[in-house]
């Protein structure tokens, strides 16, 4: 524990800021916390006035305090997380020291039970409330109206959300794939060049620290203010993409997903032999060669758990979205967030229950292909 002292403080800071920074749940229990409050204002257009020059002073001053503490937080959380990369030079971090039934059988018990202690609280508590919600149905009889709890109705409304809200989660799953993909490319492109320069790995850690703290309204912000311009600007010629595409709620997605995913991607970049890419260096293999046909396919599994780490991010993303999707996209987690507001409730729990069902497929899907290619390195060596 005390060798993990810092990636432990540096999960627990991660946690403060994401939470900080999402208004997905506070908007709900109407809490007004500083990305509320941004929210808030992007809603009224103040706000998109003071970015663009037209706020005074001090109308903006709590803005960028609060986002210069919010950028603080995200740059602690990177610099504690930092020490736990491993470097070029360390070898295959997978044939590593691991708990055996032999070693310690009353320290795995405790282990096993904590963890599924945990796992009940985390994924069966809600899946109950959800299923328990989703299967609620009134009826009226001679003395009034009751309400039972019917297994047939929830399983058929929990079947049935996908179809009905089947043009919601195809735009969800473009836009998801394509920020997915960006951070992928964008993610492995940095931690190829930030190996042997320090320089770019600062940039990166920056950029990652930004992208991490600042409130998601305020990037979907941001985007608007990158993308959206009049017909006598310069930048005329991006106002289609941001109308008529999913470029906008693409990059929102790809900012909010970047940080965490990027991390995942940046340790299995990072955990490459160097011996296996100098070999392929002395057997007149390029730069980019040897990347491409040594060092990603030795980490494709663990490239493709940070690709569907950043999708599941990206799918459920609701604070940056609900700013910039154009019209005529609506994805899955706005439609969400809105039929929250209209006191649905068995329709919002089978539809929550669905998608909670599919990003728990996927989050064990990328757990499958890190301990499976995990096993047989151990195994091997």
């Given at each position: 524990?005390?060798?993990?002292?810092?990636?432990?403080?540096a999960g627990l800071l991660a946690t403060v800021t994401l939470c900080?920074?999402?208004?997905?749940?506070?908007?709900?229990?109407?809490?007004?916390?500083?990305?509320?409050?941004?929210?808030?204002?992007?809603?009224?257009?103040?706000?998109?006035?003071?970015?663009?020059?037209?706020?005074?002073?001090?109308?903006?001053?709590?803005?960028?305090?609060?986002?210069?503490?919010?950028?603080?937080?995200?740059?602690?959380?990177?610099?504690?997380?930092?020490?736990?990369?491993?470097?070029?030079?360390?070898?295959?971090?997978?044939?590593?020291?691991?708990?055996?039934?032999?070693?310690?059988?009353?320290?795995?018990?405790?282990?096993?039970?904590?963890?599924?202690?945990?796992?009940?609280?985390?994924?069966?508590?809600?899946?109950?409330?959800?299923?328990?919600?989703?299967?609620l149905a009134t009826q009226r009889t001679a003395e009034g109206?009751?309400?039972?709890?019917?297994?047939?109705?929830?399983?058929?409304?929990?079947?049935?959300?996908?179809?009905?809200?089947?043009?919601?989660?195809?735009?969800?799953?473009?836009?998801?794939?394509?920020?997915?993909?960006?951070?992928?490319?964008?993610?492995?492109?940095?931690?190829?060049?930030?190996?042997?320069?320090?320089?770019?790995?600062?940039?990166?850690?920056?950029?990652?620290?930004?992208?991490?703290?600042?409130?998601?309204?305020?990037?979907?912000?941001?985007?608007?203010?990158?993308?959206?311009?009049?017909?006598?600007?310069?930048?005329?010629?991006?106002?289609?993409?941001?109308?008529?595409?999913?470029?906008?709620?693409?990059?929102?997605?790809?900012?909010?997903?970047?940080?965490?995913?990027?991390?995942?991607?940046?340790?299995?970049?990072?955990?490459?032999?160097?011996?296996?890419?100098?070999?392929?260096?002395?057997?007149?293999?390029?730069?980019?060669?040897?990347?491409?046909?040594?060092?990603?396919?030795?980490?494709?599994?663990?490239?493709?758990?940070?690709?569907?780490?950043?999708?599941?991010?990206?799918?459920?993303?609701?604070?940056?979205?609900?700013?910039?999707?154009?019209?005529?996209?609506?994805?899955?987690?706005?439609?969400?967030?809105?039929?929250?507001?209209?006191?649905?409730?068995?329709?919002?729990?089978?539809?929550?229950?669905?998608?909670?069902?599919?990003?728990?497929?996927?989050?064990?899907?990328?757990?499958?292909?890190?301990?499976?290619?995990?096993?047989?390195?151990?195994?091997?060596?």
């Open positions: 524990l005390r060798r993990a002292g810092g990636g432990l403080l900080a920074a999402d208004i997905a749940v506070t908007d709900l229990f109407r809490v007004r916390t500083f990305a509320e409050e941004v929210y808030t204002q992007a809603a009224f257009g103040s706000l998109l006035a003071g970015v663009a020059g037209d706020g005074a002073w001090g109308d903006q001053r709590d803005l960028v305090v609060g986002t210069v503490i919010h950028f603080l937080l995200g740059a602690a959380t990177l610099l504690l997380a930092a020490p736990l990369v491993p470097r070029p030079g360390d070898g295959d971090p997978d044939a590593g020291w691991r708990l055996s039934r032999r070693s310690s059988p009353r320290l795995n018990a405790l282990l096993a039970a904590a963890g599924w202690l945990i796992t009940l609280a985390a994924i069966a508590l809600p899946i109950a409330g959800l299923a328990w919600k989703a299967g109206a009751s309400v039972q709890w019917s297994a047939r109705k929830a399983i058929q409304m929990t079947a049935r959300a996908p179809l009905e809200h089947g043009r919601e989660i195809l735009w969800s799953l473009a836009v998801a794939a394509t920020a997915a993909s960006a951070v992928l490319i964008v993610a492995s492109i940095a931690s190829v060049w930030g190996r042997t320069r320090r320089w770019p790995a600062f940039a990166a850690g920056v950029v990652a620290a930004a992208a991490l703290a600042i409130p998601g309204p305020l990037v979907g912000v941001g985007v608007i203010a990158l993308l959206a311009h009049g017909d006598d600007s310069m930048w005329w010629w991006l106002t289609p993409l941001y109308d008529k595409t999913i470029l906008a709620p693409g990059l929102a997605q790809f900012v909010r997903a970047l940080p965490l995913a990027g991390l995942v991607i940046w340790n299995q970049v990072a955990s490459v032999p160097r011996d296996l890419l100098e070999a392929a260096a002395s057997e007149g293999s390029g730069p980019v060669g040897r990347w491409l046909w040594v060092g990603f396919p030795l980490r494709a599994p663990g490239l493709a758990a940070g690709w569907l780490c950043a999708f599941a991010l990206a799918v459920g993303e609701v604070s940056a979205t609900l700013l910039v999707y154009p019209p005529g996209t609506t994805p899955l987690s706005v439609r969400i967030s809105q039929l929250l507001h209209y006191g649905v409730d068995d329709r919002v729990a089978a539809l929550s229950l669905a998608v909670l069902l599919a990003v728990l497929a996927l989050g064990l899907s990328a757990n499958w292909l890190v301990t499976n290619r995990r096993r047989r390195d151990v195994a091997k060596s």
